[in-house]
C-alpha cells in the first residue's frame, strides 16, 4: 500500500505526463485516499504540491465519479489554495465537475453541497491581477457553468470579463467572448 510519504517522495523529482498517468494508475490501483492527496496539494514544497495536484486533476478528469465521497472535501479546500500552479488544477477539476457533461452523480453531489465559498474564490481569482491566466479562463467556465444556481453570477461575471477582456490576452479575449455570447 502506497503511503502518504511515499507519494511524495515519488513526485518530488520531475514529473512527466507519462509519469502522472503512470502515478495515478498506482494511486487508483492502491485505493490511496484521495483526502489525502487532496492535503498534499497543500505540501509546503510548492512542486511537490503542484505535482500533487496535477495527479488530482488527472484523477478527477478521467473519472470524477469515483471520487464523489471526496468531493465535498475537495470543494471545501479550494478556499485554501494560494500556490499559483495549485489554482489552475483546482480550477480546471472544478470547470469539469460544474459543467452540464459531468456525470449525473457529480452534479447530484454538487447540489447538495454549497457553492459559494468555491464561487467567491474563482471570482477572487478572476480579480487578482496576479494569478495566470489559464486560472482565470478556467474560473470564468466554472462561474459560467453555475451561473444557474446562483442568478447573480451571470451579471457579474459578464462585468468581470469585460474588464479582463479590455487588456487581456488573446486566450481571455477568446474564452471572454465565447462566455459572453452565452451568456
Known amino acids: 500500500m502506497l503511503t502518504s510519504d511515499e507519494l511524495i517522495k515519488e513526485i518530488s523529482a520531475t514529473l512527466t505526463k507519462t509519469k502522472v498517468v503512470k502515478m495515478s494508475t ?30 488530482l486533476e488527472n484523477l478527477f478528469l478521467q473519472k470524477p465519479e469515483n471520487y464523489i465521497e471526496n ?37 447530484q453531489k454538487l ?10 474564490q474563482l471570482f477572487d481569482w478572476l480579480i487578482d491581477p496576479k494569478v495566470l491566466i489559464a486560472v482565470k479562463v478556467f474560473a470564468s467556465e466554472a462561474l459560467f457553468n ?3 444556481r446562483y442568478p447573480w453570477i451571470a451579471e457579474e461575471l459578464a462585468n468581470q470579463i469585460r474588464f479582463l477582456m479590455r487588456d487581456g490576452t488573446a486566450a481571455i479575449q477568446s474564452r471572454g467572448r465565447k462566455i459572453l455570447a452565452r451568456l
Open 26 to 55: 498506482i494511486i487508483k490501483k492502491q485505493q490511496f485516499s484521495v483526502k489525502d492527496l487532496i492535503d498534499i496539494t497543500f505540501h509546503p514544497e510548492k512542486n511537490v504540491a503542484f505535482r500533487a495536484a496535477w495527479i
Open 71 to 107: 468531493l465535498e472535501y475537495l470543494i471545501s479546500r479550494v478556499k485554501d489554495v494560494d500556490n499559483p500552479s495549485c489554482k489552475r488544477h483546482y480550477a480546471k477539476i472544478l470547470m469539469h465537475i460544474t459543467s452540464p457533461k459531468a456525470p449525473t452523480v457529480i452534479k
Open 146 to 148: 453555475v451561473r444557474d
Open 111 to 120: 447540489a447538495e453541497v454549497d457553492l459559494e465559498p468555491v464561487v467567491e
